[in-house]
């Protein structure tokens, strides 16, 4: 096309490199390790990052340090995720490709290009291996790289991109401002007690009106608990269904009809809106009982264990999640939190216990968790709920935005699309 050049991304980049190959030991301080695994959805999980020592840190850094604009691609197990990294870093990397842009323009281009169904086609068909999938370091210096020649023609086209993503990230932002929030509530009410200690110490509790104050006791039980608290189990919440896979040797078990919900379509997000599998009605219909209603929480317990996401439409899950479909006095909300709970202080050993990664459906339903009364269970509801709903819209938001960018992605980068009528459509879903 004229007005575009093809070059090798060796080319298109000051270099390209990898992580280090090794593996060096985990440390109580220090910096963070950053693998393949935690690259998801073109975020960068940090916080499953474990730390490795100064000394390590540095000894990699010499072969691979990252900047601020570089970009960042999964070599092994699921490869050809990509990150702009737009802050300037403060990790080390393992089996991990770096591009090392030359200027933001350039980042901010070979980042969008590489999510072209063309470049993750060459990506994958490039990729090697039998058991675990990787692609080799000179396979991605020698990546095919589609680019205007002019900076400003570059610039307009990820420009275009660029309002989408931030929006994305913004209700992203906002969302995990919501989740903290619900998050802290329930810390406070159902597992710090703080408003019993408060009023145990003839004080009021902070934030809290005189009505739902009233509502807790004031003083404590033998075990521990507020007074009158009773302890219980994950079963208590409602249904505990364990998901299944229906046999892949009858297609006709697949369609259109019910969401079939799997670990990755669980990760960072509270609300399952999408999921890479769908089964068809008569596959729903030969396997009713792991039918799951809107309103059910699942909890991956198997592999990657500790997802908690909520379901909001008819769904079934594989035989790596377990759920909970709420019986008649537990909300969602309540649940979903419960579960939250349960999974950091079980399933991912709270702090420094034991890792459990496969959790069966009677060890699941066997959880221990706090009940509290019903009165506080609701007023806990009453003030989530909305913040829940607000989170819900604006995960749907960021599906549509999201849905829009892999419309116009390939088309802008293939210079199909003006940059105008791009912008026109973009408008019309951020106005």
């Known amino acids: 096309m004229k007005g575009w050049i093809t070059v090798p991304a060796e080319d298109f980049c000051s270099s390209v490199r990898d992580g280090t190959h090794d593996s060096p030991k985990r ?19 940090l916080a499953d990052a474990y730390l490795i020592s100064e000394a390590d840190f540095e000894e990699i850094q010499k072969r691979s340090r990252v900047h601020r604009w570089d970009v960042l691609i999964s070599m092994i197990g699921t490869v050809g995720e990509v990150f702009l990294v737009k802050d300037e870093p403060d990790f080390a990397i393992k089996n991990i490709g770096l591009f090392k842009s030359k200027d933001e323009a350039r980042g901010r281009w070979l980042y ?13 068909g490039k990729s090697r291996g039998t058991t675990q999938s990787y692609i080799p370091l000179g396979e991605l210096r020698r990546l095919p790289i589609a680019a ?8 307009g086209i990820t420009d275009v991109l660029r309002v989408l993503d931030d929006k994305i990230e913004l209700n992203r932002r906002m969302s995990g401002t919501l989740e903290e929030m619900a998050r802290a509530l329930y810390r406070s009410w ?25 509502l807790f006791p004031d003083s404590f039980g033998p075990d521990g608990l507020p007074k009158g608290w009773e302890m219980g189990t994950i079963s208590d919440l409602g249904r505990v269904v364990t998901g299944k896979t229906p046999s892949t040797k009858q297609p006709e078990n697949y369609g259109d009809f019910c969401p079939f919900v799997k670990i990755p379509d669980m990760h960072g997000k509270m609300f399952v809106l999408s999921s890479s599998s769908w089964l068809s009605e ?7 009982n792991q039918l799951l209603a809107p309103g059910s929480v699942s ?16 769904a079934m899950t594989n035989q790596q999640i377990n759920s909970v479909e709420p019986v008649q006095g537990f909300s969602t909300e309540f649940v979903y939190w419960t579960c939250v709970q349960a999974a950091n202080d079980v399933l991912l050993g709270g702090s420094g216990g034991s890792v459990f990664h496969n959790t069966n459906k009677s060890t699941f339903s066997a959880i221990p968790i706090v009940l509290g009364p019903q009165k506080i269970r609701d007023a806990f509801t009453e003030i989530v709920a909305p913040w829940h709903s607000k989170i819900l819209h604006l995960e749907k938001e960021s599906q549509t935005l999201a849905a829009l960018r892999d419309t116009l992605l390939p088309r802008l980068m293939s210079g199909e699309l003006r940059i105008r009528e791009a912008e026109k459509q973009v408008e019309e879903v951020t106005a």
């Not at 008569?282 to 009713?288: A, D, L």
């Open 148 to 155: 205007p020649e002019s900076a400003e023609a570059m610039t």
């Open 299 to 314: 909890v991956s317990c198997i592999a990657t264990p500790g997802l908690v996401a909520i379901n909001p439409s008819s």
């Open 190 to 214: 159902f597992v710090d007690f703080d408003p019993v200690h408060a009023r145990a110490l003839g004080q009021s509790p902070a934030h809290m009106d005189a009505t739902t104050a009233a």
């Open 27 to 45: 440390n109580e301080s220090g910096k963070k390790l950053i693998t393949s695994k935690h690259m998801i959805g073109g975020q960068l999980k």
């Open 112 to 124: 969008y290009f590489l999510k072209t169904p063309t470049a993750q086609q060459d990506i994958i």
């Open 282 to 288: 008569s596959g729903v219909q030969r396997q009713r």
